[in-house]
């Protein structure tokens, strides 16, 4: 700038020469003193200044402009299915035939049957429809002697047994050794148990068979292997242990306004649960705490009281939802914890003897963690950042004898407090303030009204004096960070006041050097 000025001076002094005699004039130079403006900030800082770039996937905004953090994750899904098996089940059957002679026969011929009940023996359960997806019948007929000359077959009839796909009860004629695929049947019972027939069937021949007395076919059958889609029928008071389960909080660990000091008026915290089993159950929390590290964990107090009763379908297919409500929420999230804990109890059927229940194969116990904090609250340590570049390498120093820093803010948050530049080198390490700490304080909260609405904008307008050591900084600096350290308004009592944050809200600032220099041109 100086040699711009000395080249304009210049040329003016030689034009002046050229009209005035020599003589009469003789300069030893000229001291001015011209004045210059330098623009540095123009920009607006806004509630994404304030957040993490991983918390603002979880922000939303309330139809009235209200900002709030909304999150949920789900903890590992459960089933209570491991409760219930269908046990295996050995069947042994004997036909004993008297010493007799059978003559030749053209046809088949059905001799004696058996007829009998049969039951799985669970306890408490009192299965009604078994619909299985896996399974058989493992069978070993034998001749007992077995040097007896009789051909025979024996005819299995189980009308409990009926296909899905052809509706058809299960029937078969078998012989030796052999398997029955269940799978694609569906067992209907009464108490666990159902009817099995058999009958002995003399296969035809041409000659005559003698039968020595005592001579027994016997039939061997096991029931094994049997999974199912779903049970139906009572399945009786029990209760079973849910694996413990930790949900991480990493990516919502309550620290919202990073180095914050937050308490939020409204928070809400739930944990959802889905059932599909259609059952009486009583969810018990053994535990249910938050945790973090370097501190004790906190209960979390939840509503309903544990133990929880659980909604639950009527309907295969179906789920029911259970919304459980934290009653020591705020202790909750000023907590800020990193994960949450549980180890549940579940019991089904409490106290009763009777009753139409159904689990599903596929059916879990699902909890899910929801977070919903609506901004609106009292706050300290807020601190909006933002970086800019700065050029002023063109810029000499030398002959500045004051300067000023021009500051317009408007500030539409509900806080009021610091506001600071700080100078960087190009590695953005610090080397300068432009303020001194008792210059800092400018920032005027807005006004809110009982609701903790924002009524008017906090406003400043003036010039603050700058240091000349400050001021140097400024032309060897290649960044500039703008701070602003903001709290909640005080009352009369010297307590914060919950006020609301919108997602309009904004901190603009305008800002300027005004410098005043004094160039000596010889």
Request: hydrophobic share 50%; charged share 10%.
């Given at each position: 700038m100086r040699s711009w000025l000395y080249s304009c001076l210049t040329g003016f002094t030689l034009l002046c020469i050229s009209c005035i005699d020599q003589s009469d004039y003789e300069l030893d130079g000229i001291s001015l003193n011209p004045t210059l403006a330098l623009p540095l900030v123009h920009g607006e800082l806004t509630i994404a200044d304030l957040l993490r770039d991983k918390d603002s996937t979880h922000f939303r905004t309330y139809d009235d402009g209200l900002l709030y953090i909304y999150y949920e994750d789900q903890f590992s899904s459960q089933g209570i299915r491991d409760l219930f098996s269908i046990p295996n089940l050995n069947i042994n059957r004997s036909f004993v035939m008297p010493g007799i002679t059978v003559p030749a026969h053209s046809k088949d011929i059905r001799s004696d049957s058996i007829n009998s009940v049969v039951d799985f023996g669970m306890s408490p359960e009192k299965l009604s429809e078994v619909d299985l997806n896996a399974g058989g019948i493992t069978y070993t007929t034998t001749l007992t002697p077995s040097s007896s000359r009789l051909d025979y077959e024996v005819a299995v009839s189980i009308p409990a047994f009926k296909n899905r796909t052809t509706g058809k009860s299960l029937a078969a004629t078998i012989r030796g050794n052999g398997t029955i695929d269940?799978?694609?049947?569906r067992l209907?019972?009464?108490d666990n148990k159902f009817d099995l027939k058999l009958v002995l069937?003399?296969?035809?021949t041409n000659s005559n068979t003698v039968i020595a007395p005592a001579t027994s076919v016997n039939v061997?059958?096991?029931?094994?292997?049997?999974?199912?889609?779903?049970?139906k029928g009572f399945l009786g008071d029990q209760t079973t242990s849910l694996d413990a389960q930790t949900l991480d909080l990493g990516a919502f660990d309550g620290d919202i306004f990073k180095d914050a000091a937050i308490s939020l008026a409204q928070p809400k915290v739930s944990i959802t649960v889905f059932n599909g089993n259609g059952l009486p159950v009583d969810a018990n929390f053994v535990k249910l705490e938050a945790r973090k590290p370097g501190a004790d964990p906190i209960l979390v107090v939840v509503n309903p009281a544990n133990p929880v009763g659980l909604a639950y379908p009527t309907e295969l297919g179906k789920v029911k939802e259970t919304t459980i409500s934290v009653v020591n929420v705020k202790q909750l999230i000023d907590y800020a914890p990193t994960e949450i804990y549980y180890q549940a109890d579940a019991r089904i059927n409490k106290g009763l003897t009777s009753g139409n229940n159904f689990v599903l194969d596929s059916s879990r116990l699902k909890l899910k963690l929801n977070v919903e904090v609506p901004l609106w609250g009292s706050a300290t340590g807020v601190v909006l950042k933002d970086t800019l570049d700065l050029n002023f390498d063109n810029t000499e120093t030398s002959e500045i004898t004051s300067a000023s820093l021009k500051l317009k803010l408007i500030n539409q948050f509900p806080l009021d407090g610091n506001l600071q530049f700080i100078l960087t080198d190009q590695n953005f390490q610090p080397i300068g303030t432009l303020l001194n700490a008792e210059q800092t304080h400018v920032i005027q909260g807005s006004t809110v009204d009982s609701d903790g609405e924002m009524q008017s904008a906090g406003t400043f307008n003036g010039s603050i004096d700058l240091d000349k050591e400050n001021l140097d900084n400024i032309f060897k600096a290649k960044h500039i960070i703008i701070a602003a350290?903001?709290?909640?308004?005080?009352?009369?009592?010297?307590?914060?006041t919950d006020v609301k944050f919108l997602a309009d809200y904004f901190l603009s600032i305008e800002a300027g050097?005004?410098?005043?220099?004094k160039l000596n041109i010889e």
């Open positions: 269940l799978s694609e049947y209907s019972l009464t069937i003399f296969k035809k061997a059958f096991n029931f094994g292997g049997l999974k199912f889609n779903y049970i350290a903001l709290q909640t308004s005080r009352n009369a009592a010297g307590s914060a050097i005004v410098a005043n220099l």
